[in-house]
């Protein structure tokens, strides 16, 4: 008899086909299924590599030389650096590295070839921004490599003997903000922006749309009290959050993974503010943009996405093709990572960090706007 | 009563969603302390209306006055004094009680607010919900709460969209008597609902059909306008004959209660007429006054053949 049995296939065909005509009819879901498996793709495949070349260079040199040229020439074969640069005094070259406009500074100190010459084992200095320690430590390598080849070349006729007190010059390598290549010291900041992120936008897009599909808003709304009552008193709670949040990074931060804290934490948790309302701004405009919570996870999941592979936190920033770095280039996490660890490990100042701040003010600006605009219009 | 200002007086009222016409030109005009039904099947616009009462929704024409206060512009001036109940259960599911009211208190701006939140979870018998989440009550009690909360700033003016779907004989009872109870206060209360007996209950009815007011007037005023003509038969048997009416000229609703059957049309002449082969001994025929029941779904009717 039909109907009976332990398992029935028609009962279970019938339940299978209910479950594709209910996600056909929820387009955003639907959507999210194919997009997020196509954007890990895109980001994995093609945007992350795991040894970033063409890392900017910047060339200090009180001595041109034959020689010099050599090193400059095969640094830039090798592929890992590009030279950006050429900067005339220490102190412009240590604003580049303090600003994360460039990775390395090559230092060729005065004398440098008369030395070479004489076989007296100059200093060849490559000064490098360490704050991320995977971004610097395959173009160091090479570097130590390199640089003995280079010269070998030059070291012809009379100079031959000189290729025997190897190496000719004394290569040394001062690695920056975090010498001893600790990877804690550039993820725990880095945590700040991404956790910050996945509570402000989740949340608020979250929490905006429960209330919505639970009908409380018509109900606040039939009372005196004005739409921007409501949206600011759902967004204040989550900003004092999101600043709980950051407190107890930085505590972690200090006194479990001992990351070196030289900046003013002041000018940091100041600064945190346009990163944590830019987020908001995006979590209101899902909020108005989701029909139910689930679709409001599903968007702020398509907006972490790329903010934590294409921000420079999971994977160097340098390592990603030009497009990636322009897609990565729009979202604030990149701004903020850029900020935080600035401030925390290299002791930035206000004036520093300035070139990171702005594009999350625009940021900010465009997704307050649209949630604004868009949160307004899902009263009437 | 009568010569006093009216508590809603509208004109023309109109609203649409993505071009089509929810509330059609309608005028409405409410007396205060009334009690005023709103009748009309599912989306009729009923909700729409009452949304534009109460400044959730702008009119997208018309003009009218709510507690003396345009509706266009002033929409910041009637919210103080209305209570706003919606279909759907609107408080807070997890905050309790007495976090709910505390809320709405001073959403409301209420001066002793602890004290007035008190008195009406007392006076409304809410005591013993008091620290209960408003998630975990039933059904009853969550609209009983829900109308505590929009009694508290003491509105002049209740706008309740079917406040009693689902919800128990006794508590729909209760319910009422607040409701007298506030009219004779002068609290002016307008309600939809789908419950007859309830619609009998309004001093007041309308009844809106797409979006258009049909009838107004008092439940006896709304019958008689209709023009129907009611009989009724008794008997054992009554529903074998339910098919076999149906199909006799001039009948236009055959309706069963039990072991009685209501059978209606407008022309009288024409009904009796038809139901003459039926009246033979076995059954006992009454002529009877049509119910509200009978009207409405015969408004229904003559909306879908218009």
């Known amino acids: ?48 590599n795991s040894d970033p070349k063409h890392l900017p260079t910047v060339i200090l040199a009180a001595d041109h030389s034959v020689f010099s040229r050599s090193i400059v020439t095969a640094m830039q074969n090798s592929g890992y650096f590009e030279i950006v640069k050429t900067v005339a005094s220490e102190a412009e070259a240590d604003l580049l ?187 209101l405009t899902f909020s108005t943009l989701a029909r139910n919570q689930l679709q409001a996870v599903q968007m702020a999941f398509f907006f972490f996405l790329p903010s934590i592979l294409l921000s420079g936190f999971m994977f160097p920033f340098r390592g990603m093709p030009p497009w990636a770095q322009h897609v990565g280039g729009m979202l604030p996490l990149t701004h903020y990572l850029r900020i935080v660890r600035g401030i925390i490990l290299k002791g930035n100042s206000f004036a520093q960090i300035l070139p990171n701040l702005w594009p999350i003010g625009v940021f900010l600006l465009v997704a307050l706007s649209i949630g604004l605009t868009r949160y307004r219009r899902t009263l009437d | ?121 007392e006076r409304m018998g809410l005591g013993r919900f008091a620290n209960q989440l408003a998630g975990t009550l039933s059904g009853g009690w969550k609209q009983r709460l829900a109308l505590t909360a929009c009694l508290l700033h003491q509105p002049r003016l209740l706008l309740l969209d079917e406040p009693t779907a689902g919800v128990d004989p006794k508590a729909r009872r209760d319910f009422w008597d607040d409701i007298y109870r506030l009219s004779e206060q002068g609290v002016t209360s307008l309600i939809s609902t789908h419950y007859m007996d309830e619609a009998e209950r309004c001093h007041r009815l309308a009844y809106l059909s797409y979006g258009k007011l049909l009838v107004t007037g008092t439940a006896d005023e709304v019958v008689a306008a209709s023009g129907l003509t009611s009989w009724s038969v008794f008997g054992s048997n009554v529903h074998l004959l339910i098919t076999q009416l149906k199909d006799v000229e001039g009948v236009e609703q055959v309706v069963p209660f039990g072991n009685t059957l209501h059978v209606s049309g407008h022309d009288a002449d024409m009904l009796e007429h038809g139901l003459q082969p039926f009246m033979d001994g076995e059954y006992r025929w009454q002529k009877t006054a049509a119910n509200l029941e009978e009207v409405f779904i015969s408004l229904m009717q003559d909306r879908e053949v218009a």
């Open chain 1, 1 to 48: 008899m039909r109907g009976s049995g332990i398992f029935s296939w028609r009962r279970f065909r019938a339940i299978i086909s209910k479950e594709f005509v209910q996600m056909r009819r929820d387009r955003m879901t639907f959507a999210m299924m194919i997009g997020i498996p196509i954007l890990q793709m895109v980001v994995f495949g093609f945007a992350i």
């Open chain 1, 97 to 283: 590295l303090n600003e994360g406009e460039v990775q390395f500074v090559i230092s060729i100190p005065e004398g440098f070839s008369r030395g070479l010459v004489r076989g007296e084992r100059p200093a060849l200095l490559l000064t490098a921004d360490a704050t991320d320690p995977s971004a610097t430590s395959n173009a160091l390598s090479a570097f130590r490599l390199l640089a003995e080849t280079a010269l070998a070349r030059d070291l012809e006729g009379p100079l031959r003997h000189l290729r025997r007190s190897s190496p000719p010059v004394e290569i040394m390598v001062h690695a920056r903000f975090n010498p001893a290549a600790i990877t804690q010291y550039n993820i725990v900041p880095g945590l700040m922006g991404v956790v910050l992120t996945m509570t402000l936008v989740i949340i608020t897009a979250l929490a905006i749309t429960r209330k919505r599909e639970r009908g409380t808003m018509e109900n606040l709304l039939s009372t005196p009290v004005k739409p921007m009552e409501v949206m600011f008193g759902k967004i204040v709670p989550y900003i004092i959050v999101g600043y709980v949040q950051m407190g107890v990074i930085l505590l972690a931060g200090r006194y479990i993974f001992h990351v070196p804290m030289l900046g003013n934490l002041g000018l940091l948790l100041l600064v945190s503010l346009p990163f944590i309302a830019a987020n908001l701004g995006v979590g």
């Open chain 2, 1 to 121: 009563m009568a010569e006093a200002t009216p508590v809603i007086d509208v004109q023309e009222l109109s609203k649409s969603f993505a071009g089509k016409t929810v509330v059609n030109k309608l005028s409405l005009r409410v007396r205060p302390g009334e009690i005023y039904g709103f009748l009309g099947p599912n989306g009729s616009g009923k909700t729409t209306f009452i949304r534009m009462l109460c400044g959730l929704l702008r009119p997208d024409a018309g003009s009218g006055v709510c507690l003396g206060f345009d509706i266009q512009k002033q929409a910041d001036a009637i919210k103080p004094l209305v209570g706003y109940m919606s279909q759907r259960f609107s408080l807070y599911e997890d905050l309790s009680v007495r976090e709910n009211l505390n809320f709405m208190a001073r959403i409301y701006d209420l001066p002793k607010q602890h004290a007035l939140v008190d008195e009406n979870i």
